[in-house]
């Protein structure tokens, strides 16, 4: 079965940076596309970036030039660093496949931006 752990939220003043971590069981990422998504209060969940299997990224307008998706195959591990924060990327941090799993969902990590 497979299982995502997100880790690496925290609070973040504006301009700074954090880097989420996403931890997979049960699955590769050598053979998914693998997505960070987020969801702010009152918000549908957006997808934020992906990285496909063979290493192609995609990011979102909101996002481009600031943020940075990696994997790490070996450790089957996916990275999002982020950087210039804004008030506006305050949200939970979800990863999970692209198209997602609905069963993959887990509980996310909180990134709060704010001085």
């Known amino acids: 079965q497979v299982q995502l752990v997100e880790s690496g939220g925290g609070l973040a003043q504006p301009g700074g940076s954090l880097r989420l971590s996403c931890a997979a069981s049960?699955?590769?990422?050598?053979?998914?596309?693998m997505g960070w998504y987020r969801q702010a209060p009152g918000k549908q969940r957006e997808l934020v970036a992906r990285?496909?299997?063979?290493?192609?990224?995609y990011y979102a307008d909101f996002v481009k030039g600031r943020f940075s998706v990696t994997k790490d195959n070996a450790k089957n591990t996916m990275y999002l660093q982020m950087n210039s924060l804004r008030h506006e990327d305050t949200a939970v941090y979800y990863c999970n496949t692209v198209p997602p799993v609905q069963l993959y969902w887990g509980q996310g990590t909180q990134v709060t931006v704010s001085s």
């Open positions: 049960g699955s590769s990422f050598r053979r998914n596309n």
């Open positions: 990285i496909s299997s063979t290493g192609t990224t």
